[in-house]
């Protein structure tokens, strides 16, 4: 596998870049670009930038950033990471995310080393040649023919400018055939003038060519499809070929993307630009796939208890999992947040869980809203609505079923509670000497072992599974007898037994959890099977409840 940096190995670069705002859907169009180059039958690799001054995303506030998406490696990424994986149905890896912080650290650390000689260390060229190293390595990796980059942020941020640096750079050294630059932005209508406006559009482009760099197509998102004389306007002021000014209209589901991007010729450009042969496009499948997201046929309601709610990506890949899962089943899934505070405070309104055919309790840290969570998983477990719990929602369900169920009225997890009397939820032994925050959970994939006669062997099929993982507290296998005893049983274990990872309760509908993220591994057309029994369980109270 070549990896030198200079290799002269044939391969193309198309970077993405954005402009005018945040949150326009530039990771679901890289991510639609990928699939249709894939179905091309190109091979195809990816990296998405995040200028931020992290090494990675694990110590950031879902709230702030949106999930901490987890490769199997364990690297904790961005969550587009976690789009190319479901888009591309393949494993990524922390090579595939690369931020600011990670870029320096290098620099810095290869400067302590004195391997600069001595020399004044700068933005132009050190830290730009430390990004085109990257590059270059992850496109020489796997014959990749095509390595796209997706920048995050917008064009004009200051701390993007190094990488866009480092991308006019590539076009100079590559040549412009072998490099391509897509942008996407966007075109708002404005009810009060009724038309689509392309100022921001033109002031986005215009900030680009400041840099030195002159996009070869624009993407534009919108509301509706763009009007003939919207298009031409953007071309005649971009530059941009009018062929080249590609229509992203809002669409019923993210996987319909890539056919509307197929549609306005986005592949054929591209190959035009890349100097590529067109190739056969063995789309049937994926659209087959992309229609069971608009061809739903019922609704379940999953109410998912959390605390970073206010954030809709906070959760990115559970909620894609449910649709996954819904969809495969012809059915919607209608998620309602709950803010977990809000039964601390007002206990009675748990009540309101009634009205939903599933509860979900996703991953979480920290004491704030971890006793509504309980009380959740408690009205799940009395009241026989299907329960799915997700790492902190596994924990907390051991922790409501030792108050509720064990009488042990002060256990509690030693996270939330260092002097708790019955510590059911307990540090790992090996996080006991971890001083740093960063890149030191538990994480990545971790091979799990199913105990027979279970829910989790008959979800699963398998004996052994593989599931991506990031904690560092783990059930106290110290009160497992006890649990049992009392009708919660264990039924997959990993490291040789010594870690348990998946709990159920028998008697009821459908009470499942994991210490592991599920959600990480599902797939449109692949949903993961906890989230799929999930589903099927919560469908099933739907029809009872109507009878």
């Known amino acids: 596998m070549p990896t030198d940096p200079q290799s002269r190995a044939p391969r193309k670069f198309i970077f993405i870049t954005g402009g005018v705002m945040s949150g326009l859907g530039k990771g679901i169009t890289t991510s639609s670009i990928l699939k249709l180059l894939h179905l091309n039958g190109f091979s195809v690799n990816c990296l998405k930038i995040d200028p931020y001054l992290n090494v990675d995303a694990g110590t950031m506030n879902p709230i702030a950033h949106g999930e901490v998406f987890v490769t199997d490696d364990g690297g904790e990424t961005d969550m587009d990471i ?22 320096y650290q290098q620099v810095i650390q290869e400067e302590r080393e004195g391997k600069f000689l001595g020399k004044c260390v700068q933005i132009i060229p050190h830290i730009t040649d430390a990004i085109k190293v990257k590059i270059r390595v992850l496109a020489n990796q796997s014959n990749t023919e095509i390595l796209v980059i997706e920048c995050g942020g917008t064009v004009g941020d200051i701390e993007s400018l190094p990488f866009l640096e480092a991308f006019r750079q590539i076009r100079l050294e590559e040549g412009s055939s072998n490099c391509l630059f897509i942008h996407v932005t966007l075109a708002p209508s404005l009810e009060t003038v009724g038309e689509q406006k392309t100022k921001p559009t033109q002031h986005s482009v215009q900030e680009l060519r400041r840099i030195g760099i002159q996009p070869d197509v624009i993407v534009v998102r919108s509301k509706d499809v763009l009007a003939k004389e919207t298009r031409e306007k ?17 669409s019923k589901s993210i996987y319909l993307v890539p056919e509307i991007l ?16 067109p190739r056969s496009l063995f789309f049937d499948e994926w659209q087959h796939t992309a229609n069971q997201f608009v061809t739903t046929k019922d609704a379940v309601k999953i109410a998912m208890v959390g605390k970073y709610v206010s954030l809709a990506d906070s959760y990115a890949s559970v909620k894609e999992a449910l649709v996954h899962s819904g969809a495969q089943q012809a059915l919607a899934v209608s998620v309602e947040n709950f ?38 998983a408690n009205y799940a477990r009395e009241n026989a609505i299907p329960y799915l719990g997700l790492c902190f929602g596994f924990q907390m369900a051991i922790v409501s079923f030792a108050r509720n169920v064990l009488g042990f009225v002060e256990a509690n997890s030693t996270e939330l509670d260092t002097l708790t009397a019955h510590p059911v939820i307990d540090l790992l032994p090996e996080q006991k ?10 994480l990545g994939g971790h091979d799990i072992s199913l105990v027979d006669g279970t829910l989790a062997s008959r979800i699963y099929q398998k004996k052994l599974i593989r599931e991506r993982h990031r904690h560092r507290y783990e059930f106290n296998q110290n009160y497992l007898k006890a649990f049992e005893k009392a009708g919660m049983y264990f039924s997959g274990f990993s490291d040789g037994g010594t870690r348990t990872e998946i709990l159920e309760i028998r008697d009821h509908p459908f009470y499942f959890a994991t210490q592991y993220h599920p959600e990480y591994i599902s797939r449109p057309g692949k949903p993961e099977p906890s989230y799929f029994n999930f589903i099927k369980a919560a469908a099933s109270r ?6």
């Open 262 to 277: 197929r549609s306005e010729g986005i592949v054929e450009t591209i190959c035009q630009r890349l100097d590529l042969t």
């Open 234 to 250: 953007i071309s005649l002021f971009t530059s941009v070929e009018l062929k080249s000014v590609i229509s992203n209209p809002d």
């Open 339 to 376: 803010d977990s505070q809000e039964f601390e405070s007002s206990p009675e309104s748990i009540k309101r869980l009634d009205d939903f055919h599933g509860i979900l309790i996703p991953q979480g840290f920290g004491k704030r809203g971890s006793e509504g969570k309980i009380l959740a």
């Open 82 to 103: 976690g789009n190319y994986e479901r888009f591309l149905d393949t494993n990524l890896t922390r090579q595939n995310n690369l931020t600011t912080g990670a870029v």
């Open 542 to 547: 739907k029809i009872a409840v109507l009878a």
């Open 433 to 442: 000497s971890v001083n740093n925050l960063g890149g030191s959970m538990r």
